[in-house]
């Protein structure tokens, strides 16, 4: 899985699912076994590793202002 941080500014981890191919989004039930891809999802996870909010995209990117709302309801509880 590859981290970065400070993603333009961020300040909060961004992760990706590279290597091994799959794993994490495996593990989250949105690996697509027929096509060898993720569905596009986000998963916010809190500091003590708790899903806190998650979508699953099927027509749609996701909304920055979505996430940076949802992340801010989160730092704000």
């Not at 290597?19 to 569905?39: C, L, Q």
């Not at 986000?42 to 909304?63: C, H, K, M, Q, R």
């Amino acid at each position: 899985m590859g981290e970065h941080e400070g993603v333009e500014g961020v300040p909060f981890h961004v992760a990706s699912d590279f290597w091994p191919h799959g794993a994490v989004t495996k593990a989250y039930g949105v690996f697509n076994e027929d096509r060898g891809n993720s569905r596009r999802s986000v998963f916010i996870i809190d500091s003590d590793g708790i899903i806190y909010w998650s979508n699953l995209y099927t027509e749609s990117i996701p909304a920055a202002g979505e996430l940076l709302h949802e992340i801010e309801k989160l730092q704000n509880r």
